[in-house]
């Protein structure tokens, strides 16, 4: 939890949201800097909006993205974050930034959004577009599933395991 993560950014985020949507919540799991975190939401008035369970293991990470509705990430920096494709592996829409190798997993408006680090009105706007709208949530997540199946599942890289092996003992 830092800044270059965008979790400063979630303060910003969850009290756009919360001027429309009271029910708001925001899970911000791992560890590192939360205690600033937790003084600008006192100071906003959203800390019953966000909750901190710190570093969570296997079982504690299934628990909460089975029963999150969207996953969002607004890092500044990434490569292509295991979080993303876990979160789309449980059939969520993710709404995220476009740097790194994000945009290689989140196409906008198929199985989420991206925008540019730091744009919380864009942010705010993105998740109540999908929280608003049961049936974009429920096909976006469905989208998020297939495309984790369809390109990162352990099947697929075992695919194309055996395609390189097979090209290599043809060309010798």
């Known amino acids: 939890i830092n800044k ?4 400063y950014d979630i303060v910003d985020v969850v009290t756009k949201i919360k001027e429309k949507n009271t029910e708001i919540k925001m899970i911000i799991a791992g ?6 975190i937790k003084k600008a939401s006192l100071e906003r008035n959203i800390q019953n909006n966000i909750s901190f369970p ?5 079982i504690e990470r299934d628990h909460y993205l089975k029963m999150s509705d969207i996953f969002f990430l607004p890092s500044y920096t990434e490569g292509m974050p295991m979080s993303i494709l876990e979160a ?5 829409p993710v709404v995220s930034t476009n740097i790194g190798g994000i945009p290689d997993l989140v196409k906008n408006n198929e199985n989420g959004y991206l925008s540019d680090p730091g744009n919380t009105d864009e942010m705010a706007e993105n998740i109540l577009s999908i929280l608003n709208n049961e049936k974009k949530r429920i096909q976006m997540g469905k989208k998020s ?3 984790v199946r369809e390109k990162y599942s352990l099947d697929k890289h075992i695919e ?5 092996y097979n090209a290599l003992g043809q060309s010798s």
């Not at 270059?4 to 979790?7: A, E, S």
């Not at 560890?31 to 600033?36: A, L, R």
């Open 4 to 7: 270059m993560k965008g979790c």
């Open 31 to 36: 560890t590192g800097d939360i205690g600033n």
């Open 54 to 58: 710190g570093w969570l293991d296997e």
């Open 88 to 92: 789309m592996g449980y059939g969520l």
């Open 145 to 147: 599933l297939e495309i």
């Open 160 to 164: 194309k395991l055996k395609a390189i």
